[in-house]
């Protein structure tokens, strides 16, 4: 029998296969986490701006879950200061051993975790970010390239930028934007990567927390569906774009990128998330708990939906995604 595929990076990080969950805010809960992990891929709970109580209960039922390495994602420049300082310090008396940053490179965050002994997985969008967070101590870069959906940091193709992260890395790169399939996955390690990060391909689960509403617009999305788009900003830095699925608040800009200000948007409640007003231009995509218009939210989706045609359990997926892997590699007369 053949062994699963592995790479150098499923040993540093403790997984079976070289998946990894992406930490998808508001999404990436216990419950999808523990069914990747279960199918030997690499969990990450999105946790970008919550509280630290939600995180301790969410790291906790991980735990009880699946007993494997996870990392919990946070995001420094979208975080108000102090709730950060209690999210890692809430994170590392848990004992929490691993996590990943995204967008701009704060070296104080992963200063602290690193000197707790911590690993860090760094998303990036530029080589130059790479080279910054490669400096401030990172363990593992994913380079997110311009298919990803939600937050998207950079501009350039995924297999370009991999290509160019990967040249002038010396710690492993991870590929991330509009993957979903085992051709995908075969692509990114030909660039030189040594695994692959997944976000809508798990968000079209059973066990993923988004709404499904959500799951199913991304089901029945093709790539030409998804925009780039700033005018989701609020509770994020200013400028900041996105891929979703073209909506009612988006169609009117267009596909192109407008420069928001998000001190000029209008705040109008458009839906409740446990009792929490979401407002219409925020960055909040539709939860299983969330009411009002969804249509109108973010709805996040990368490039690569046209192969996500079901909503179908996060371990069948990741054993397919790693199937057809193999079956190319085979064909191809080549394994790592």
Same mark, same amino acid.
């Given at each position: 029998?053949?062994?699963?595929?592995?790479?150098?990076?499923?040993?540093?990080?403790?997984?079976? %296969?070289?998946?990894?969950?992406?930490? #998808?805010?508001?999404?990436?809960?216990?419950?999808?986490?523990?069914?990747?992990?279960?199918? *030997?891929?690499?969990?990450?709970?999105? #946790?970008?701006?919550?509280?630290?109580?939600? =995180?301790?209960?969410?790291?906790?039922?991980?735990?009880?879950?699946?007993?494997?390495?996870?990392?919990?994602?946070?995001?420094?420049?979208?975080?108000?200061?102090?709730?950060?300082?209690?999210? &890692? *310090?809430?994170?590392? !008396?848990?004992? %929490?051993?691993?996590?990943?940053?995204f967008w701009d490179v704060v070296p104080a965050a992963l200063a602290r975790v690193k000197a707790a002994?911590?690993?860090? =997985?760094?998303?990036?969008?530029?080589?130059?970010a790479a080279r910054m967070a490669q400096d401030a101590g990172a363990d593992v870069l994913v380079a997110?390239?311009?298919?990803?959906?939600?937050?998207?940091?950079?501009?350039?193709?995924?297999?370009?930028?991999?290509?160019?992260?990967?040249?002038?890395?010396?710690?492993?790169?991870?590929?991330?934007?509009?993957?979903?399939?085992?051709?995908?996955?075969?692509?990114?390690?030909?660039?030189?990567?040594?695994?692959?990060?997944? *976000?809508?391909?798990?968000?079209?689960?059973?066990?993923?927390?988004?709404?499904?509403?959500?799951? !199913?617009? %991304?089901?029945?999305?093709?790539?030409? !569906?998804?925009?780039?788009? !700033? &005018?989701?900003?609020?509770?994020?830095?200013?400028?900041?774009?996105?891929?979703?699925?073209?909506?009612?608040?988006?169609?009117?800009?267009?596909?192109?990128?407008?420069?928001?200000?998000?001190?000029?948007?209008?705040?109008?409640?458009?839906?409740?998330?446990?009792?929490?007003?979401?407002?219409?231009?925020?960055?909040?995509?539709?939860?299983?708990?969330?009411?009002?218009?969804?249509?109108? #939210?973010?709805?996040?989706? *990368?490039?690569?939906?046209?192969? &996500?045609?079901?909503?179908?359990?996060?371990?069948?997926?990741?054993?397919?995604?790693?199937?057809?892997?193999?079956?190319?590699?085979?064909?191809?007369?080549?394994?790592?």
């Amino acid at each position: 029998m053949t062994p699963p595929l592995r790479t150098p990076l499923c040993d540093l990080l403790g997984c079976d %296969v070289p998946v990894l969950l992406a930490g #998808m805010g508001g999404v990436a809960r216990w419950e999808l986490a523990a069914a990747v992990a279960a199918a *030997g891929g690499y969990p990450q709970l999105g #946790m970008v701006r919550e509280d630290p109580a939600l =995180i301790a209960r969410e790291v906790t039922a991980l735990r009880a879950a699946m007993p494997r390495p996870f990392a919990v994602n946070l995001i420094p420049a979208a975080t108000e200061p102090g709730l950060l300082d209690r999210q &890692i *310090g809430t994170c590392l !008396d848990l004992g %929490v051993g691993a996590f990943s940053f995204f967008w701009d490179v704060v070296p104080a965050a992963l200063a602290r975790v690193k000197a707790a002994g911590a690993q860090v =997985i760094h998303q990036v969008g530029t080589p130059e970010a790479a080279r910054m967070a490669q400096d401030a101590g990172a363990d593992v870069l994913v380079a997110q390239g311009a298919e990803a959906g939600g937050h998207v940091h950079g501009e350039t193709g995924l297999l370009a930028l991999v290509e160019t992260v990967a040249r002038a890395a010396w710690v492993p790169v991870v590929a991330s934007g509009g993957i979903g399939t085992g051709a995908g996955l075969v692509a990114a390690l030909a660039a030189g990567a040594q695994g692959v990060q997944c *976000g809508t391909a798990f968000l079209a689960t059973p066990e993923s927390f988004a709404h499904d509403y959500h799951k !199913d617009r %991304v089901v029945a999305a093709h790539a030409t !569906d998804t925009l780039r788009t !700033d &005018i989701f900003v609020l509770n994020w830095p200013a400028h900041a774009a996105v891929r979703v699925i073209a909506n009612s608040t988006t169609r009117p800009l267009g596909h192109r990128l407008t420069g928001h200000d998000p001190a000029a948007l209008p705040r109008e409640v458009i839906a409740q998330e446990d009792g929490r007003p979401i407002l219409r231009y925020s960055t909040d995509s539709p939860l299983r708990t969330t009411t009002g218009d969804l249509e109108a #939210m973010a709805l996040f989706a *990368g490039q690569g939906v046209d192969a &996500i045609t079901a909503v179908i359990p996060a371990g069948d997926r990741l054993r397919r995604i790693m199937a057809e892997a193999e079956a190319i590699l085979t064909r191809l007369g080549t394994r790592p």
